[in-house]
C-alpha cells in the first residue's frame, strides 16, 4: 500500500478530506448494516433534529503506526462504551459498542493511505458521530439517526516542542451538576466557544472551568482533564459527576500506579489548593499530556514549579511512558492496543 504524498510534520490539526467514511442509518427501530461510502457530503431534511435542537455526539480517537509498522488504535472499545452513554443520555438510539469498534477498525482500514509513519508525529484522527437525521419540530427526540466514522490526518501535537500553557479560571461554566457535561455531545461544545475566543483574546490558552454549583472546585477545560502532581510525587485528579470520563486521563492514573509505582486519588479539588501542587497537566487524546505552567486566577499568578519551558518530571515520566505503550516499544497491558 503506497501512502499519499503528505508532508506529516507540517500538518496542522484541519479537516482533510480522505477516502472512505463508515455511514449506518437507524430507521423503523433498527440500524442496517452499514456502508464504506466515497461521499463525504450528508444530505438531510432541513428540520432534521440535528439542526434544530442539537442531538448529536461524537467521539475523537486516533490511528497510528507503531515502531514494528502495524497500525492500531487505543482502547476503542472504551470510545464505543462512552459513546453508548452519551446516546443514552441524549435519548438516542444506542450503536453496539461492538459494531462501534468493527466500524472504527473499517474506516481506518479503508484509509491506510493516510495513516502517518511511524516517527512523524502525525496521526490519523477518527472521529464516529451520531445525530438525528428526521424532521423534528416539536421538541422530542428524532426517529431516524445517522452513524458516521471519518477520518483525518493531523500533524504532530508539540510542534516547535513543548510549551507549557497558561490557563485562566473561567468566569463561565461548562456544565451543570446534573446536567450533560460527562457525556461527549456537541451541544457542550457550542457554549464553550464564546469562553475560549474571550480567553483567547485575553492571551490564555484555555480555560479552567470550575463547578457551577460552588464555583470553588476545579472541573476541567473545554475539551481534556486535569492531572496535578502534588510536591511528594501523588498523582490527583478531580472528581466530579459533571467531567468528561477521558481515556486518556483514565490510562494515566492506571500508568502512574502499575508502571510507575506513583500513588494516586481521585478526588475533590480546591481551586484554593492549586498552590500546593507541583505540577499540572491537560489530558486529552489529541496531546496525551500538555503540561500546564500558570493557572491565572482573576489576576493572581498561581505559577508551578515545572516552569514555563518545559514539562514538569512526573509529566514527563507519565507522557513517555503512555506514548511508549501506544508505540508499541514499551509492553500494554492487554486490550489496549488494538490491530486493524
Ligand atoms: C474528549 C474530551 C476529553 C478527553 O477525552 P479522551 O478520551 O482522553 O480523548 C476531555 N474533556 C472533554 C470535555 C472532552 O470532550
Request: proline fraction near 5%; charged fraction near 25%.
Given at each position: 500500500?503506497?501512502?499519499?504524498?503528505?508532508?506529516?510534520?507540517?500538518?496542522?490539526?484541519g479537516?482533510?478530506?480522505?477516502?472512505?467514511?463508515?455511514?449506518?442509518?437507524?430507521?423503523?427501530?433498527?440500524?442496517?448494516?452499514?456502508?464504506?461510502?466515497?461521499?463525504?457530503?450528508?444530505?438531510?431534511?432541513?428540520?432534521?433534529?440535528?439542526?434544530?435542537?442539537?442531538?448529536?455526539?461524537?467521539?475523537?480517537?486516533?490511528?497510528?503506526?507503531?515502531?514494528?509498522?502495524?497500525?492500531?488504535?487505543?482502547?476503542?472499545?472504551?470510545?464505543?462504551?462512552?459513546?453508548?452513554?452519551?446516546?443514552?443520555?441524549?435519548?438516542?438510539?444506542?450503536?453496539?459498542?461492538?459494531?462501534?469498534?468493527?466500524?472504527?477498525?473499517?474506516?481506518?482500514?479503508?484509509?491506510?493511505?493516510?495513516?502517518?509513519?511511524?516517527?512523524?508525529?502525525?496521526?490519523?484522527?477518527?472521529?464516529?458521530?451520531?445525530?438525528?437525521?428526521n424532521?423534528?419540530?416539536?421538541?422530542?427526540?428524532?426517529?431516524?439517526?445517522?452513524?458516521?466514522?471519518?477520518?483525518?490526518?493531523?500533524?504532530?501535537?508539540?510542534?516547535?516542542?513543548?510549551?507549557?500553557?497558561?490557563?485562566?479560571?473561567?468566569?463561565?461554566?461548562?456544565?451543570?451538576?446534573?446536567?450533560?457535561?460527562?457525556?461527549?455531545a456537541?451541544?457542550?461544545?457550542?457554549?464553550?466557544l464564546?469562553?475560549?475566543?474571550?480567553?483567547?483574546?485575553q492571551?490564555?490558552?484555555?480555560?479552567?472551568?470550575?463547578?457551577?454549583?460552588?464555583?470553588?472546585?476545579?472541573?476541567?477545560?473545554?475539551?481534556?482533564?486535569?492531572?496535578?502532581?502534588?510536591?511528594?510525587?501523588?498523582?490527583?485528579?478531580?472528581?466530579?459527576?459533571?467531567?468528561?470520563?477521558?481515556?486518556?486521563?483514565?490510562?494515566?492514573?492506571?500508568?502512574?500506579?502499575?508502571?510507575?509505582?506513583?500513588?494516586?486519588?481521585?478526588?475533590e479539588?480546591?481551586?484554593?489548593?492549586?498552590?500546593?501542587?507541583?505540577?499540572?497537566?491537560?489530558?486529552?487524546?489529541?496531546?496525551?499530556i500538555?503540561?500546564?505552567?500558570?493557572?491565572?486566577?482573576?489576576?493572581?499568578?498561581?505559577?508551578?514549579?515545572?516552569?514555563?519551558?518545559?514539562?514538569?518530571?512526573?509529566?514527563?515520566?507519565?507522557?513517555?511512558?503512555?506514548?511508549?505503550?501506544?508505540?508499541?516499544?514499551?509492553?500494554?497491558?492487554?486490550?489496549?492496543?488494538?490491530?486493524?
Open positions: 500500500m503506497d501512502k499519499k504524498n503528505i508532508d506529516w510534520a507540517n500538518l496542522g490539526f479537516y482533510i478530506h480522505t477516502d472512505y467514511r463508515f455511514v449506518s442509518n437507524f430507521k423503523n427501530g433498527a440500524w442496517d448494516e452499514g456502508v464504506l461510502t466515497e461521499d463525504a457530503n450528508v444530505v438531510i431534511s432541513e428540520c432534521a433534529g440535528v439542526l434544530q435542537y442539537a442531538q448529536t455526539i461524537f467521539e475523537g480517537m486516533k490511528a497510528y503506526t507503531t515502531a514494528d509498522g502495524r497500525i492500531v488504535t487505543f482502547r476503542p472499545d472504551l470510545n464505543g462504551e462512552r459513546m453508548e452513554q452519551s446516546a443514552a443520555r441524549l435519548e438516542m438510539p444506542v450503536f453496539p459498542k461492538d459494531k462501534f469498534v468493527e466500524a472504527v477498525l473499517k474506516t481506518i482500514k479503508a484509509n491506510e493511505a493516510y495513516v502517518p509513519p511511524y516517527g512523524s508525529g502525525a496521526t490519523l484522527y477518527v472521529r464516529p458521530y451520531m445525530f438525528g437525521s424532521p423534528v419540530i416539536g421538541v422530542k427526540p428524532a426517529e431516524e439517526y445517522q452513524f458516521r466514522v471519518f477520518t483525518t490526518p493531523v500533524g504532530p501535537y508539540f510542534k516547535g516542542g513543548v510549551k507549557p500553557l497558561t490557563i485562566r479560571i473561567s468566569d463561565f461554566d461548562r456544565a451543570a451538576p446534573n446536567g450533560t457535561g460527562h457525556i461527549k456537541g451541544l457542550n461544545y457550542a457554549m464553550s464564546h469562553a475560549i475566543v474571550d480567553a483567547h483574546n492571551g490564555f490558552d484555555e480555560n479552567m472551568y470550575l463547578d457551577a454549583g460552588t464555583r470553588t472546585k476545579v472541573e476541567e477545560t473545554g475539551g481534556a482533564n486535569f492531572l496535578f502532581v502534588t510536591k511528594d510525587g501523588k498523582v490527583v485528579t478531580p472528581k466530579s459527576s459533571s467531567i468528561l470520563p477521558s481515556i486518556t486521563r483514565r490510562s494515566l492514573m492506571q500508568v502512574a500506579r502499575e508502571y510507575l509505582d506513583l500513588e494516586t486519588e481521585e478526588r479539588v480546591y481551586a484554593e489548593e492549586l498552590e500546593s501542587f507541583a505540577e499540572c497537566g491537560l489530558c486529552g487524546t489529541a496531546a496525551v500538555s503540561p500546564v505552567g500558570k493557572v491565572v486566577d482573576h489576576g493572581k499568578e498561581i505559577c508551578f514549579a515545572s516552569g514555563m519551558t518545559e514539562m514538569g518530571p512526573v509529566t514527563k515520566k507519565l507522557y513517555e511512558t503512555l506514548t511508549g505503550i501506544q508505540m508499541g516499544t514499551i509492553k500494554a497491558p492487554e486490550g489496549w492496543v488494538v490491530e486493524v
